[in-house]
């Protein structure tokens, strides 16, 4: 298993997959990531997350059933696995005990510099 450090973008897909649950594969994923930040995915830079995140052993894949929709070629499905929300849940509890050490004034944008 590669390193547990889990990066912005690698948490973003870990919640598109969490979110689409049964449905969490290539192109719906990429779909709900473009919906919710709004900006621009490739492909490759989808499924290199992917393929790094199954690696650290964050998500697993399999494949679903081939579709006649699909031309007869199968779904890799993803889901994420006990170690992927673990990682999660501490990549949360870190952002939430930083977000609660920053001052008031700190965030206030009416004050200057």
Known sequence: MKGTYLGEFQEIVLLAVLILQDE???TRIQEEI???MKRSLSRGA???ALTRLEEKGFLKSEFGGATE????RRKRLYTVTNLGKESLNEARALREQLWNKV???ALNTSYVL
């Open 34 to 36: 473009q919906n919710e």
């Open 24 to 26: 969490a594969y290539g």
């Open 69 to 72: 929709e699909r031309g007869g």
């Open 46 to 48: 989808l499924h290199t």
């Open 103 to 105: 001052p008031n004034i």
